[in-house]
């Protein structure tokens, strides 16, 4: 069974920068197109950023030119690098494996709270 675990988030300022990580224990990512997504208090879940096994790599436009996403298969994990955060930015960040339908393969983990504030 895939237990997927995000780590990384925190309290940072307006301007700072975070690295989030993610390991789907169970899996080997190598396998799978991964993304990022993110759901702020009483909003929908959003997709961030997503990174394809072909080497495409797509953003929200919200996040272009800030946030990078990328992978290590070695380590088994997938990593979302936030510079220039914006107090918009808060919210809990997940990390999936998408699937071309809509769905995705494993179950939501708890994900990591990143909270921009000063």
């Known amino acids: 069974q895939v237990r997927l675990v995000e780590s990384g988030g925190g309290l940072v300022q307006p301007g700072g920068s975070l690295r989030l990580s993610c390991d789907p224990y169970?899996?080997?990512?190598?396998?799978?197109?991964m993304a990022w997504y993110r759901q702020a208090p009483g909003k929908q879940r959003d997709l961030v950023a997503s990174t394809y096994r072909n080497g495409t790599i797509n953003y929200a436009d919200s996040v272009k030119g800030r946030f990078t996403i990328s992978r290590d298969n070695a380590r088994n994990t997938v990593y979302l690098q936030m510079n220039s955060l914006k107090p918009e930015d808060t919210a809990v960040y997940f990390c999936?494996?998408?699937?071309?339908?809509?769905?995705?393969?494993?179950?939501w983990g708890q994900g990591t709270q990143v909270t921009v504030s000063s």
């Open positions: 999936n494996a998408p699937v071309a339908d809509g769905d995705f393969w494993w179950a």
């Open positions: 169970g899996r080997t990512i190598s396998f799978y197109d």
